[in-house]
């Protein structure tokens, strides 16, 4: 009889090497293998290796909690693997977030940036005429750049002897997980504690004919290698107007299809004023419609037809690429969780989880965009990784905090917050118990332009009782994720109102309109600044 100090001899051709780790990984193998027949339960296609740790997925959450992990000492595997979108756009290491997330976008939206820039060059003395653009020039050095970090992931992971493995995992039982490779090669690996960190994928809609067919997504929109042209996208939250905002300002003939309201999550006001810049700075917006049919034209174009939603009129376009932005649907289809036990809510899909990042079964977790009730966000899904990670190495205690996180909508006009919306914080507190301090202001650099400033805007959402708590802070301007990161340092600390108003401004910014802030709602008096 096989013991688990003399594992079996391999004599499967694929069989991997079994790789004994620390005591407690060892008794699970113990524990585990001698349940039931006392006899070592192998596969007999495939080794199993074990590890302290298993990650399923390899984006912002997933690397971040292996290499802590690691760094504590933790024998560490991260399985990850990328199923290309329906469009064929495949890519590699480091999740949404590095390949077709927060990266990408923002590197485009710096171009769509520079346009404005150029534009404003020759006010400020630059002998500079604005040049046509070039997407496939834009698109490759993006591409280049995400490549590079696609590698950088895989170097740190080897320097912190995290072993990688590019496979499609799914639970065997509660503590094995098979790893499916792209040449379907199969690799059992077992652990003593498994985070599940798989994220999401874009929504397609499944009503829509012609919707899977034609349309692309955020997956596969940069890495095209030529430009979208005209383009409509559909949908209204973040991935809509930043894709929108950047395409616009790339040049691009670019619509907007909204079903109901803008940026549904956020204060209101702000999502009307970042919608109302986009408009007034040539992103076409269709309110209150949805997209009923997709077709393809002779030519290769695409005819949308769509619904007025309050008219029931019908209307049709033709555009050369169809975005779908709808939202995302975590990724948990393929894991096997039910042969784990691990439970989703049946509605969203998402992984149930608890403070500690558990789940329905205690050494399994699951962090960021895949875990229910977690903001869809890198740095929280980062951070609760790093803390996961600690905890579970015995470190710390501390449990990921997800109140007042701050987050920036990159669109033409950024638009930053931390906390409570106007709106939530009158439905917690009520209005009586509400001060919103506010101001439309002139960034100086728009001045000498004479760029539209009608849309940037500051307010403060506080306790009304002295010391007037902040409870929320919301910027649209340049800059917006600058400006919010510092400021959400004294929202988590408790910051009021008074301390703020003492706070010395950095002139000349925009971020001192903050600490500026005079004018309350309930005045009614012109919030407008004017002077330095
Ligand atoms: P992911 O980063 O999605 O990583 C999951 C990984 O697991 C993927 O590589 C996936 O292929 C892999 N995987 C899935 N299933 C399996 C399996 N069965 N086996 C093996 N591997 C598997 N956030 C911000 O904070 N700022 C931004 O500016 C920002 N911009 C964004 C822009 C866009 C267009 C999008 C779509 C998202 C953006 N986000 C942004 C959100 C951010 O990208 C996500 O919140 C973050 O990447 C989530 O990290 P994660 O670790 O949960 O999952
Ligand atoms: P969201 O889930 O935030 O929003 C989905 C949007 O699509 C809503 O406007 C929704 O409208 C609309 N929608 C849903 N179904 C349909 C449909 N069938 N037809 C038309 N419209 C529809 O999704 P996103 O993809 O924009 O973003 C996902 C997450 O990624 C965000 O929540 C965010 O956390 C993260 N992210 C972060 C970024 C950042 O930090 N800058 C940037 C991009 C993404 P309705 O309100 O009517 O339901």
Known sequence: MATPHAPPPSSAAKQTELVWSSPACRQLIRNHSLRGTGVLAWGPAAGRQCYD?????????????????????????????????????????G???????????????????LGGMIRDAPHYGWGVAQAPHSWATLADAVQNHVKSLNWGHRVQLQDR??????????????????????????????????????????????????ALEYGITS??????????????????????????????????DTTVMIRSVPLRAFDQQMASLVTEHMAGHGTRILRGCAPEKVEKLPGQQLRVTWVDLTSDRKDAGTFDTVLWAIGRVPETASLNLEKAGVHTNPVTGKILVDAQEATSVPHIYAIGDVAE???????TAIMAGRLLAQRLSGRTSDLMDYSSVPTTV???????????????????????????????????????????????????????????????????GPNAGEVIQGFALGIKCGASYQQLMRTVGI????????????????????????GC
Not at 62 to 75: M, N
Not at 419 to 425: D, F, Y
Not at 449 to 465: F, N, T
Request: proline share 6%.
């Open 219 to 252: 997956d596969d929109l940069f890495w095209l290698k030529e430009s979208p042209g005209k383009t409509l996208v559909v949908g209204a939250s973040y991935v809509a107007l930043e894709c929108a905002g950047l395409l616009t300002g790339l040049g691009l």
């Open 507 to 530: 002139h000349p910014t925009c971020a001192e309109e903050v600490a500026k802030l005079r004018i309350s709602k309930r005045s009614g008096l012109d919030p407008t600044v004017t």
């Open 161 to 210: 002897k995290v072993k990688y493995f590019n496979v499609k995992a799914s639970f065997v039982d509660t503590h094995t997980v098979c790893g499916v490779s792209k040449g379907g090669e199969e690799t059992l690996l077992s652990a003593e504690h498994i985070v599940i960190a798989t994220g999401g994928r874009p929504r397609y809609p499944t009503h829509i004919e012609g």
């Open 95 to 113: 999740g949404t977030c590095v390949n077709v997330g927060c990266i990408p976008k923002k590197l485009m939206h710096q171009a769509a940036l």
């Open 410 to 476: 990159f669109t033409p006009l950024e638009y930053g917050c931390v906390g409570l919306s106007e709106e939530a914080a009158v439905a917690r507190h009520g209005e009586e118990h509400v001060e919103v301090y506010h101001a439309f202001y002139k960034p100086l650099e728009f001045t000498v332009p004479q760029r539209d400033a009608s849309q940037c805007y500051i307010k403060m959402v506080c306790l009304r009782e002295p010391p007037q708590l902040v409870l929320g802070l919301h910027f649209l």
């Open 373 to 379: 009730g977690r903001p869809e966000l890198t740095p």
């Open 53 to 93: 740790l298993l990650v399923i997925g390899g984006g912002s959450g997933g690397l971040a909690c292996a290499k802590e992990a690691a760094q504590l000492g933790k024998k560490v595997a991260v399985v990850d693997y990328v199923e290309p979108s329906p469009r064929g756009t495949r890519w590699g290491l």
